[in-house]
């Protein structure tokens, strides 16, 4: 058995599909019914007694500075890359905290603390199976190692959330890989995650760490944040900035 010692929190995106609120406030930081989405994230991480918190910042992000303050034992690290490479480069930024790490996007809610529990058994990602048809990553598992995963979904598999565990061993590793791949072969294009669970796929015997549907929600459009808070509904209907 593993335990997350610390967490790296990836926030440094334009959110450009939340567009207008994002002009003006990252996505992280954007309240739903009240509450900004990465408070969700770094409440539910200190309730399971993860306090060493990285979040890895860019655009808009002198708003995210006061976090520090609100929360001991969070540092920010800034993504000089953020508006030219894909979030691979977020990660790089933050790739000598990921031993014994919890890694996670902070533009998601966190409805049920549980979902990151710090103990875990071997590297790899929360997941929710579903039975229907889905467009998000799917993985398929077989005796409790990842043997695949599809990009373009599917049904009848693990739906992948923004959530992952890695052992000291991994986190090295992973580290290596995000080297080679952002400074050698200049792979700046892609996911993080493809870094494990595609260029690098048998170097790493990865899991999944089961949780319930609704625990995590991802919020990706402005539809799915005006779903979730009705105060956003306006914007759908062509209504600007209040």
Known sequence: MHTVKRAVILAAGEG?????????????????????????????????????LYVVTGWLGEQFRPLEAEYPGLTLIENPWYGSCNNISSLYAARDHLEDAMILDGDQLIRNPA???PDFQRSGYNAVWTDRTTGEWLLTVEDGVVASCSRTGGSHGWQLYSVSRWTARDGRRLRRHLELEFERNLNRDIYWDDVALFCHRLDYRLGIHP????????????????????????????????
């Open 115 to 117: 979902a990151l529990a």
């Open 211 to 242: 949780m319930a549907p609704g625990d995590v929600a991802e919020v990706d459009t402005l539809a799915e944040l005006a779903e979730l808070d009705p105060g956003y509904r306006h914007y759908l209907s062509g209504g600007g900035l209040t």
């Open 16 to 52: 450009r599909r939340m567009r207008p609120v994002t002009l003006t406030t990252p996505k992280p930081l954007v309240r739903v019914n009240g509450v900004r989405m990465i408070d969700t994230a770094i409440r539910a991480l200190r309730a399971n007694g993860i306090r060493e």
